[in-house]
């Protein structure tokens, strides 16, 4: 017999080289989960993280957003949690982890995006700057690192279908991977459960830059310009139903079950008016400081991305393409400001300067030999701003290590609902007075000391007690529960439930942004009910618990 047939080397390498980028792929996101596991111990947000679970388990119990309780978010991250909730059980720590597998991936996705725009190599500072960063957000729950996550995913897979029809050099619709087109459209569906204003600006900067690129890059010249049009509509169409495939039945669903003017109304006419005269902040001051770094570095970030993509593709034929997808990603952060643009603060613009971090890679490589400016100098800036943008998050994860201990001694007082976050003993002290007043089923309100004037509310108490809402408004927020016809509401609520026992905080008193949540509306309604109603039963910290007079 013949000696046995043995692969030769560099084919047993190319063999196991899918099995060695998954293995690493793995790594990188198990270390992004790991350097984010510290944080998990971090304090209950009562308002921002308290309305995400709070909500979730109100569609757990079969409640339906925008008809049964009022939010301005997107479904998506009630109805994931509502489902975690129901296999792993009503926890903040289930909420957690899931926020911290989003991050983790969204890190990753960064990197993934970053070397379709450069190379896998330049990419992994995007990842480690990345991955830095949404740790150092907190916001634990928030929406929008999944709703950054799927639609950066979706540029993604829509510039691996572009560069595959651009390897193939064949007409549009057939050079298009349809696989990686599906794939963004469904990407993009996602977005949008997750959060639709974040999935109809991802859709717009890549129809602005998908469509063009076919039409002048894949299409004949030598054809009609209508036959160029209809086969460049043509080739986009499996990622458009991909879309559609998840947003239409969550759209119908939603039209049926609410009413298609509070639907409206909630999602977008509130935040498109309303919102910015609450919610409104100044610009942080423009000065060499590292803590702005989020809010300036994407205007020197974008202009320079995008100049260095131009030269590079006038001078390499192979660098078109990436040029097209560093357009993509540029226009996609840049509508990204309209947040921050009304909220200044670091949390809102995780969307304008992500997708800045994302491009870093792009300015290390520098200009192309050819141009005027020397390469060393845009590279650079992009060392220095990726310095720049790593200070905070390192800084602020060695104060997490360093008063861990402490923060683990907090945690003695915190129900076993909100582990692995931490409450405060008054907090907790007046949960565990409810709970002891009321059933399981009993409704109850938690509000203001005041009503006529709102910034925030303690909407993580109705989660920490597990006590349904009397009304539909367990987020209180100015502009809504502080005019007339919603108390109105409120108060019609609280009388046809015979509410018992409602629970009121002054702990937001102090709060004074320059916006209309610090003026008052004159709309004393509420108050005056509660006042007439109901008589103080117990006082613990800033919380006062009254009972209904007989």
């Given at each position: 017999?013949?000696e ?12 196991f080289?899918?099995l ?24 209950l ?73 450069t190379?896998?190599?330049?990419a ?37 279908a ?45 129809m ?210 909100g582990?692995?976050?931490?409450s ?26 005041r ?37 109105q ?62």
């Amino acid at each position: 017999m013949g000696e046995p047939f043995r692969m030769p080397r560099f084919a047993e390498a190319a063999a196991f080289a899918p099995l060695v980028r998954v293995a690493l792929f793995a790594a990188m996101i198990a270390a992004a989960i790991a350097h984010l596991y510290p944080t998990m111990i971090a304090p209950l947000n009562i308002y921002d993280e308290g309305i995400i679970v709070y909500g979730a388990t109100r569609v757990m119990h079969g409640e339906i957003p925008y008809r049964d309780f009022w939010t301005q978010y997107s479904p998506g991250q009630l109805y994931a949690l509502a489902g975690l909730f129901r296999v792993f059980g009503v926890q903040i720590a289930v909420e957690r982890w899931w926020d911290v597998a989003i991050r983790a991936l969204l890190a990753f996705v960064m990197f993934l995006l970053a070397g379709q725009l450069t190379s896998r190599s330049a990419a992994l500072v995007a990842w480690l700057i990345g991955a830095l960063w949404v740790t150092y957000y907190g916001f634990f729950g928030y929406p929008i690192f999944a709703g950054l996550l799927f639609s950066l995913f979706s540029i993604y897979a829509l510039l691996r279908a572009m560069a595959s029809n651009a390897a193939a050099n064949r007409p549009a619709g057939v050079g298009l991977d349809r696989r990686w087109l599906v794939a963004g459209g469904l990407a993009l569906g996602l977005a949008a459960l997750f959060r639709h204003d974040m999935a109809i600006y991802c859709a717009a900067a890549q129809m602005a830059i998908a469509l063009p690129f076919i039409f002048v890059q894949r299409t004949p010249a030598s054809r009609p310009i209508f036959e160029r049009v209809v086969a460049t509509v043509r080739a986009v169409l499996p990622f458009a139903l991909g879309a559609l495939a998840l947003v239409a039945p969550a759209f119908i669903f939603f039209v049926v079950s609410a009413s298609p003017a509070e639907l409206i109304r909630q999602l977008f006419i509130f935040p498109l008016t309303e919102f910015p005269k609450v919610r409104d902040l100044p610009y942080p001051k423009l000065d060499w400081s590292v803590d702005n770094v989020q809010f300036y570095a994407p205007f020197l970030v974008y202009p320079l991305a995008v100049m260095s993509a131009v030269l590079r593709a006038r001078s390499d034929a192979d660098a078109r393409a990436q040029a097209w997808g560093v357009a993509m990603v540029v226009l996609f952060g840049a509508f990204g400001f309209n947040q921050a643009r009304v909220r200044s603060d670091t949390i809102h613009t995780v969307h304008f300067f992500l997708c800045a971090v994302v491009l870093l890679p792009v300015l290390l490589r520098g200009f192309p030999a050819t141009a005027q400016v020397p390469s060393a100098i845009v590279a650079s800036v992009g060392a220095v701003l990726s310095v720049a943008a790593i200070v905070n998050p390192i800084a602020g994860y060695i104060g997490v290590i360093e008063s861990r201990p402490a923060a683990e001694r907090e945690q003695r007082m915190t129900l076993p609902i909100g582990l692995p976050g931490r409450s405060f003993a008054q907090q907790t002290m007046a949960v565990a007075t409810l709970q002891r007043l009321t059933a399981p089923d009993e409704r109850i309100y938690v509000g203001l000391a005041r009503h006529d004037r709102v910034f925030a509310n303690d909407a993580m108490f109705y989660f920490l007690a597990q006590r349904p809402s009397a009304t539909r408004y367990h987020e209180l927020h100015p502009g809504v529960t502080n005019t007339l016809p919603v108390q109105q509401e409120m108060v019609a609520d609280l009388e046809r439930h015979q509410v018992r026992y409602v629970v009121l905080t002054d702990m937001f008193e102090g709060a004074n942004e320059p916006n209309d949540s610090a003026r008052s509306t004159g709309v004393t309604l509420l108050d005056e009910y509660l006042a007439e109603r109901y008589r103080t039963a117990n006082v613990i910290g800033p919380y006062r618990i009254l009972v209904r007079r007989p």
